[in-house]
């Protein structure tokens, strides 16, 4: 179940605003607790008659549901309403470099159903998409989603991304995407709002909806093939101006006291730490590690140089991550990626350098934790980021006036 937070909730309320519609009282009721007319006319400042007319008008639409009846005060129980989860479905989709999930997903964020295959992300944007388009048009036609309406598509994928467009520009691993028009392409297909994003960023959506939901500033660092950020700082998900926020990767890593870089080393973070960084390091110390699921299973194993090699990467994220701390002052850093699934040695490292290098005030409270999303957190913040753009309060008045018309 996707839940709200009470500040998420608060922001979104209508009190703001002069005279809100059905789309911004409806955002009330987003946060799982059914509500009567009376409640809501208390929350908005609405005369009853007003919020009668506005959620009869998004019962008729299919958003709210009836939830049963409160305790009476006197006379006829009042009914309470709620939101209507089942209302529509999105498609979430998570794209990596080996692999792709597809899921479908109801409003509220539950998955109901999911399929996961193995792919090269390197075969271009046109066969890859057909492919994944084809497993979720099987999924929308299987018993929990058949006949209920396709809403919206989310999609996250291996490399930046200009959210404006949802294409993504200069993607490193990702030959053949460049500017490609993923909503376009997509929407010949589906004829419904396309998002795309980063895969730090939808894991940081799928992170704090899951695990910490009550955390309104949180970074999410996935260290794998490559390394990334998704930070959420006020509850909400920041991807800075065209949508580069969190390219962590491409720092410049200080040398800190004891390290053993030669002087004038300017390799940055994915040079020094990443997944493919760690393969070449030990491959050149004659270890048979090509990928970072080498890395892995040699860590796991035992393997000295790699435990060591891990470590050490943790130290380096940590040097980049200790100004980060410094500068957004995050209550969770959580660690994830496939690296971060070797164990606690990358763990140890960033904890050593961050705890050290970053302000006390800053670190006082803080927590660095693992991963605990599993993995569905991707295809989670992915319905979580097309959920929300289609619950918006300006989409729900229009899904309201067509429905009610």
């Known amino acids: 179940m996707l839940w709200f937070t009470d ?37 908005t400042g609405l005369a009853r008659s007003t919020v009668a007319l506005r959620v009869d008008a998004l019962l008729a ?27 529509g479905v999105v498609l979430a989709v998570d794209l990596g470099a080996t692999h792709a999930t597809i899921a479908v997903a109801d409003l509220a964020g539950v998955i109901l159903d999911s399929r996961t295959r193995t792919i090269d992300i390197g075969d271009g944007p046109e066969s890859l998409l057909d492919v994944i388009l084809a497993d979720g048009a099987a999924l929308l036609d299987t018993p929990a989603s058949a006949g209920i309406s396709l809403l919206g598509i989310g999609i996250g994928v291996p490399g930046p991304v200009e959210h404006s467009t949802g294409r993504p520009t200069n993607p490193p691993i990702m030959p053949g995407w460049d500017r490609f028009d993923v909503p376009g392409y997509v929407q010949r297909t589906f004829d419904v709002p396309v998002l795309v994003d980063n895969d730090v960023n939808i894991l940081a959506l799928g992170e704090h909806a899951t695990t910490w939901p009550h955390v309104d500033d949180l970074i999410f660092v996935k260290v794998s093939t490559g390394i990334g950020a998704g930070i959420i700082a006020g509850g909400q998900l920041q991807r800075g101006a065209q949508g580069s926020a969190g390219d962590m ?68 994220v940590g040097e980049v991550l200790a100004t980060v701390v410094n500068l957004l002052n995050p209550s969770i850093i959580v660690l994830g990626g496939s690296i971060a699934r070797a164990g606690e040695h990358l763990l140890a490292g960033v904890r050593e350098v961050v705890y050290r290098r970053s302000i006390p005030l800053a670190t006082q409270h803080l927590a660095i934790v693992q991963s605990q999303a599993g993995d569905r957190a991707a295809v989670l913040g992915a319905a979580i980021m097309v959920a929300r753009e289609v619950l918006s309060p300006a989409n729900v008045d229009r899904h309201v006036a067509a429905r009610t018309r």
């Open 7 to 43: 500040a998420m909730v608060d922001a979104l309320r209508p009190a703001a605003a002069a005279n809100p519609g059905a789309g911004e009282i409806f955002q009330i009721l987003r946060d799982g607790t059914a509500r009567t007319k009376a409640e809501l006319a208390a929350l």
């Open 61 to 87: 639409a299919g958003l709210l549901r009836p939830a049963g009846e409160a305790v009476s005060t006197g006379g006829r129980p009042p009914a309470r309403l709620a939101f209507n989860s089942r209302a």
């Open 249 to 316: 990767g491409h720092v410049q890593v200080p040398s800190g006291s004891g390290s053993a870089r030669e002087p004038g080393d300017e390799r940055d973070l994915e040079a020094l730490a990443s997944g493919a960084a760690l393969a070449t390091a030990l491959r050149t110390g004659g270890h048979e590690a090509s990928s970072p699921a080498d890395v892995v299973d040699l860590v796991r194993a035992g393997n000295a140089a790699a435990i060591e090699a891990t470590r050490q990467a943790g130290r380096d």
